[in-house]
């Protein structure tokens, strides 16, 4: 496998370390919110991502298209910025970022592999199912209906290739838009008592 390949499976595989974000307490000292440290590091990575794009600097791990573009690492951290700052459901977030972060690498493996797309398809619907019901967000067949939502909207994000917008991104945005709405239309399935 080539370095940069190899590098960025790694970093996907190792990326929901950034939902330690849930982990930490709202408020960290006077006047220091996680939301205002968190703001600072997404504000700081774009603009590192700004001079590398004016610099021609060409980090580990991009892809040769990437030189003159946003790319991947910034896309999936505005992605999750997103989750955290617009969406901000970790019931939503978590299993989202999840799939992002573990199927899409499997995804371009089984492409290459030439193995059937149903691989990361059922991979999606597993780990997306499993961590919402680790996590007790939804009553089952609220966990169901958007398992099968999330998959198939991933899985539509993971198939096109845009020039501009990378799929680490789209894996989010839209999955979690799409269950934004089926939560606030059918809820978690336990009734009142969330």
Not at 41 to 58: D, K, N, P, Q, S
Not at 131 to 143: D, G, K, R, V, Y
Request: proline share 5%; aromatic share 12%.
């Amino acid at each position: 496998m080539e370095r940069n390949a190899a590098f960025r499976r790694v970093f996907h595989i190792l990326s929901p370390a950034f939902l330690a974000y849930y982990l930490i307490p709202e408020t960290l000292a006077d006047g220091i919110t996680r939301t205002g440290v968190s703001i600072l590091f997404v504000g700081t990575a774009l603009c590192i991502e700004i001079a590398r794009i004016a610099l021609g600097i060409r980090l580990l791990g991009l892809r040769p298209y990437e030189g003159q573009r946003v790319s991947a690492y910034a896309q999936g951290l505005l992605g999750l910025a997103f989750g955290l700052f617009v969406i901000r459901d970790p019931r939503i977030v978590v299993p989202v970022f999840l799939g992002m972060a573990w199927i899409d690498p499997l995804a371009a493996l089984c492409r290459k592999s030439g193995w059937s797309r149903v691989v990361p398809t059922v991979a999606y619907l597993g780990l997306f199912l499993g961590t919402t019901l680790i996590m007790n967000s939804f009553a089952l067949p609220n966990a169901l209906l958007f398992a099968l939502a999330a998959t198939a909207t991933a899985m539509l994000m993971e198939g096109p290739k845009f020039r501009q917008i990378d799929d680490d991104f789209l894996l989010q945005v839209v999955p979690m838009t799409v269950l934004y709405f089926l939560v606030a239309g059918f809820g978690t399935g336990f009734g009142a008592l969330l």
